[in-house]
């Protein structure tokens, strides 16, 4: 059992950076591969990455490769996910989860957070 706390939404101007933090709380938070999903209104839920456990492989969507990285701090319990050269498509919810299946459909994902908002103007 774990609880999400997302962190670190705001506004910034497009080609900025902004740097999200996704705190568990869980005792077991370094077992588990964890997810960033975002959501922007009129839209369905959208991949954006995952990292695993301990040996920490990452993987990204084709839309945000090359401009975010996910890392993660197992002694904080805290999982980041940096992005750089922001744009205003990437202006969405974005929420932390748990990965719990072979697949990037929300459904393979429990323990949501309640979400941050990045707002991106051009």
């Known amino acids: 059992q774990v609880q999400l706390l997302e962190s670190g939404g705001g506004f910034v101007q497009a080609g900025g950076s902004l740097r999200l933090s996704c705190v568990g709380s869980?005792?077991?938070?370094?077992?588990?591969?964890m997810g960033w999903f975002r959501q922007a209104p009129g839209k369905e839920r959208e991949w954006v990455a995952d990292?695993?456990?301990?040996?920490?492989?990452?993987f990204y969507s084709e839309t945000v490769k090359g401009r975010f990285t996910v890392s993660r701090d197992n002694a904080m319990k805290t999982m980041y996910l940096e992005m750089n050269s922001l744009k205003p498509e990437d202006t969405a919810v974005y929420y932390c989860?748990?990965?719990?299946?072979?697949?990037?459909?929300?459904?393979?994902?429990?323990?949501w957070g309640r979400g941050t908002q990045v707002t991106v103007s051009s």
């Open positions: 989860a748990v990965k719990q299946a072979a697949t990037t459909n929300p459904t393979g994902y429990g323990y």
């Open positions: 990292i695993s456990p301990e040996s920490e492989e990452t």
């Open positions: 869980g005792r077991m938070f370094s077992r588990y591969a």
